[in-house]
């Protein structure tokens, strides 16, 4: 018998036509959701790195602004002049030789320039020995020195100097400052009041000293070849330590604003070799170059990086980095009695 009129589509599958034609637009279909899923994949790495980056350089450059913002504060003044062993040996408080380790014996009172550093152009690594890099310095970077007395004011007794015991101290009036090492019996320099007066203003002040030289190194705790940036740092001993603050910085390039006319403001910026001795800085402006940690195959890295006096492209098996530039002017609290 036939089957009922009608009936055909009913008894009978897909043509092998038709099973094609599905089959091609699911793979059209599935192929633009992948494309789709891989662009989208790509675009979520590239702004996971980016952030990554501006992260790395918002805590670097912070921590630097605090630094040299403070820079040439030394408690009651801020005057390096009246520092009466400026550019001299450590001594403890009565006076007596005490010997600084890791790097030249002045270098905890050389308190001239208390915002100081030194320009790539030099080409070599500028601290006295045994001051040396950690991590194979980079030497197309320059290098920033900070000298400032710590926030925290040390009770001016007895039982609060003993605290700090072997640390870096300068003790201030306002007519003179003295660096000195603290012993254990907690005293301070015979020449500065040996307590606050009540109900008074405080005669004298002392706080820790605090050195910080940073740069930029080639290698870091993350790799071999991932650079970071350090910084040599005073510690009680006394001694000068090398830490590391955070990998992924490769450049750090510092300009110097400085006061040619006395009346406080900045007249030019120029580069570490331009301060002339007797010049008041009064600013600074610095850069921080930060670079990816890996490689993102779709990105070649070929811009110009051209600011301060750094003029550079980066080689050729570098550009697969991703890189930030960061900068930022900071105004020196205590400039004006330098």
Not at 67 to 87: C, F, I, K, Q, Y
Not at 212 to 218: K, P, Q
Request: aromatic content about 6%; overall charge neutral.
């Amino acid at each position: 018998m036939f089957p009922p009129v009608g009936r055909e589509c009913e008894d009978h599958g897909m043509t092998l036509t038709e099973l094609l034609v599905a089959m091609t637009l699911g793979l059209v279909l599935l192929g633009g959701t992948l494309t789709a899923y891989l662009k989208a994949r790509d675009t979520h790495v590239t702004l996971e790195t980016t952030a990554r980056l501006q992260e790395i350089a918002r805590h670097a450059l912070g921590l630097i602004e605090s630094d040299v913002r403070m820079s040439g504060h030394l408690g009651l003044t801020s005057r390096p002049a009246l520092v009466t062993n400026l550019d001299a040996p450590l001594t403890d408080p009565a006076g007596g030789p005490v010997e600084l380790r890791g790097c030249s014996k002045n270098w905890a009172t050389r308190l001239s320039n208390p915002l100081s550093g030194w320009d790539q152009s030099a080409g070599a690594w500028p601290l006295d020995a045994p001051c040396r890099p950690s991590g194979r310095w980079r030497n197309s970077t320059d290098g920033l020195i900070v000298r400032r007395a710590s926030a925290d004011r040390i009770a001016q007794t007895a039982a609060g100097l003993k605290l700090y015991q072997r640390h870096v101290l300068v003790a201030s009036s306002r007519t003179a400052a003295q660096v000195f090492v603290g012993d254990a019996e907690g005293r301070i320099p015979g020449a500065f009041a040996q307590a606050d007066p009540p109900d008074a203003p405080p005669l004298a002040d002392t706080r820790r000293l605090l050195v910080h030289a940073y740069y930029v190194s080639a290698d870091s705790s993350e790799a071999a070849g991932y650079p970071s940036l350090r910084r040599k740092r005073l510690v009680a001993g006394p001694a000068v330590q090398d830490e590391e603050i955070i990998p992924g910085v490769e450049d750090l390039q510092v300009q110097y604003g400085v006061d040619a006319d006395g009346n406080g403001s900045v007249d030019r910026y120029v580069n570490a070799d331009g301060v002339a001795a007797g010049t008041t800085v009064v600013s600074a402006r610095v850069w921080l170059r930060v670079r990816a940690s890996e490689r993102d195959p779709a990105w070649n890295d070929t811009a110009r990086y051209a600011y301060a006096n750094q003029d550079e492209r980066v080689p050729v098996d570098e550009r697969a980095f991703r890189r930030v530039v960061v900068s930022r002017t900071i105004h020196l609290r205590n400039a004006r009695g330098t």
